[in-house]
Structure formats: C-alpha cells, structure tokens
T-cell receptor, first 116, second 114 residues
C-alpha cells in the first residue's frame, strides 16, 4: 500500500526566504507526482505535475524535483511572499505500477506561513 | 467557467440523519472522485467513477453511497450519519483519469455530525 509522508508538518519563515518542502513515498513505481496548494476553507489547486520520466518541473518561483529511486520529492519556493501562506500537499497515484484511474494517495500536508 | 461545484458548503446533521452532498462539473470530465479530509490529515478517497453508470469504492467507503447517472453529476449519499463522518468533503474531476492527468477540485463541503 502506497504511503506518503510530508516533512515538516508546519513551517514559518520571514518574507523573502527560500524554502524547501519535502515529500516521501513508499512505493517508487509511480507514474507521476503532484503538488497541490490549499488555502484555508478552499479546495485544492494543482501547482505542478511531474511525470516519472522527468526529474523536475518549474512554474514561476516554484520548482519541484522528483527522485523515484529514493522515493522523494521536494518543492522549492524561491523568494517567499506572504501570499504563499497555505497548506501544500503532495500526492501520487494510489496503485503504483498499475492503473490508478486518477486515484491519488495524499500526504498530510505542510502548513506554510510567510510573515512580513 | 464554473469548474467543479459542490453544495452545500456547510451542513450540520444529527446522528442518524441522512443527506446528499451534490457535485457537478461542467468540463465534460469522465472521471470523478469524492475525498474526505480530516484535520491535520491528507485526503482519503471515498468513491470514484470512471464514467456515467460506473462507480467503485475507494479507501474509506463505509457509510457512504454514490451514483453517476450523468457525466456532470456525482452525488455522495450519507446514510445514518455518525460523528466519525464529521469532515470536509471534496469532489474532484479529471479529464483523463489516467496516471498522467491533473485533478480539479471543488471548494469543499464542511459537514458536522452532532
């Protein structure tokens, strides 16, 4: 059974700092990994989707890397801003190595607070 | 575009009552999902559907039922509500449902069972 763990559970940083969020998964035979953002009281918004053939994916100040062999992914946020404050979740297909029909297994999330 | 719409946004139920959470998407996606999120936890899959008329159980289906009579709608039924079903429920849809697809989420329905 696929399990996903995110470290740290919470992170508080001053504005402008570069930061790294970590995600690990137990079964490395995944097709992709997604990072989501969740604002308080809102749904999830997909930030980045990394295919298994890729090692990283970039969108603006966000960069996500994937190391399948070690079962890890990192989300790097450059020059953090107060507007980046949210919960960040990573997720992988539930049936690693098989067809998941889009079913995902989520980590518990990292709560990020960026203070001015 | 509306995307994925969930109703109601908030609901309080008494133990033993029943209700239906509504989910509608206007993107013509075949794949739809119901997840629940408990405080400090990630999302857990309740049920999913790969097309109209086809549904299957996820990780935590007990106490819930679903139907998928149209591509657009995927309601989640709670029978005999229990305090353990207090949670935030998210509906999501996907254009391909394969392992390369992106998920689109609704804003959630917060349910409290007292």
């Amino acid at each position: 059974k696929q399990e996903v763990t995110q470290i740290p559970a919470a992170l508080s940083v001053p504005e402008g700092e570069n930061l790294v969020l970590n995600c690990s998964f137990t079964d490395s035979a995944i097709y992709n990994l997604q990072w989501f953002r969740q604002d308080p009281g809102k749904g999830l918004t997909s930030l980045l989707l990394i295919q298994s053939s890729q090692r990283e994916q970039t969108s603006g100040r966000l960069n996500a890397s994937l190391d399948k062999s070690s079962g890890r992914s990192t989300l790097y946020i450059a020059a953090s801003q107060p507007g980046d404050s949210a919960t960040y979740l990573c997720a992988v297909p539930s049936n690693a190595g098989g067809t998941s029909y889009g079913k995902l297994t989520f980590g518990q999330g990292t709560i990020l607070t960026v203070h001015p | 575009n509306a995307g994925v719409t969930q109703t109601p946004k908030f609901r309080i139920l008494k133990i033993g009552q029943s209700m239906t959470l509504q989910c509608t998407q206007d993107m013509n996606h075949n794949y739809m999902y119901w997840y629940r999120q408990d405080p400090g936890m990630g999302l857990k899959l309740i049920y999913y559907s790969v097309g109209a008329g086809i549904t299957d159980k996820g990780e935590v289906p007990n106490g819930y039922n679903v139907s998928r009579s149209t591509t657009e709608d995927f309601p989640l039924r709670l029978e005999l509500a229990a305090p353990s079903q207090t949670s935030v429920y998210f509906c999501a849809s996907s254009p391909w449902g394969t392992d390369t697809g992106e998920l689109f989420f609704g804003e959630g329905s917060r349910l409290t069972v007292l």
